[in-house]
């Protein structure tokens, strides 16, 4: 597929407002794509952060050119490859390879229950070791960086596969209302279900929620029976049929629920002057 390459390309055409949020372990640039239509919402939308899913930055790309021809209002951070380092690795050389360069999973290296996961593992490898400390890694410490700098309302995280959406993360009451309200409207967007990744922890997903109090999304893209890694021309094309303007969905999903909450907050002032 040579993903990297592609995204290259991509970056030194794209005319909007892009740039380098960090750099990863082997010292690879870290590229956002940042579209505004509107100030607000706001969400992130965050790819191949485990290396052989790679086939989400292909996918992340075509979404970037939809919302900035389809966007109507919100802002988009698009960041179509956190690991670009594992991403090279799992295209040359280990198909299956899942880590950054130093061997860590970027994607249990955040400080949301970290290292309490029932998969987590305390050595390097390809796959579910922690790190040393939560943020060891500079992929993540970059992306939390961002992520706390421009304070979305929302967050996607693209994984392959299942076509499933997780959600939750130990919300509780209204929060989880609001945030099962949102996945669902991305379930009946995609056809994936609701599902729940019971005992995973340390995610970049579970930090937004955890440590932002945002909804926050991990959309496993791809059907379960294609074996990893996803790359072949017919996988991308079922995936982006079924996730394209995605992010103009939920943008509309938060400006929906935000007017909800005004609109309940007037009833209730009439009902006081009342």
Known sequence: ME?????????????????????????????????????????????????????????????????????????AVFIPCLNPDGVDIAERID?????????VDLNVNFPARWG?????????????YVGSRPFSEPETRAIRDLTIS??????????????EIYYSFYQECEREK???????????????????????????????????KIPAFTIEAGKEKTAHPLKSKGALRDIVKKNKGITRRLIGGLKDYERKIYENRDKRSEKGKG
């Not at 485990?50 to 996918?59: G, L, Q, V």
């Not at 198909?95 to 130093?102: E, Q």
């Not at 309490?116 to 579910?128: A, L, Q």
């Not at 990744?197 to 930090?207: T, V």
């Open 178 to 212: 609001r945030d099962l309200r949102l996945a669902k409207l991305l379930s009946v967007h995609t056809g994936y279900k609701i599902g729940s990744a019971l005992g995973s922890c340390g995610g970049y997903k579970d930090w937004c929620i955890e440590e932002l």
């Open 3 to 75: 993903v990297l390459d592609a995204l290259y390309k991509f970056y030194k055409q794209f005319k909007g407002r892009k740039g380098v949020f960090g750099y990863s372990a082997l010292s690879r640039p870290l590229y956002y794509f940042d579209i505004k239509k509107t100030e607000r919402p706001l969400v992130i939308v965050q790819c191949s952060i485990h290396a052989r899913e790679y086939i989400t930055t292909a996918f992340c790309l075509k979404e970037i050119a939809d919302f900035e021809k389809k966007g109507k209002f919100g802002r």
């Open 95 to 103: 198909p299956l390879y899942k880590a950054n360069a130093n061997g």
């Open 150 to 163: 421009i304070r979305p309302d929302a967050t996607i995280s693209y994984h392959t596969k299942g076509e």
């Open 116 to 128: 309490t996961g029932i998969k987590n593992v305390r050595k390097s490898g390809s796959e579910n």
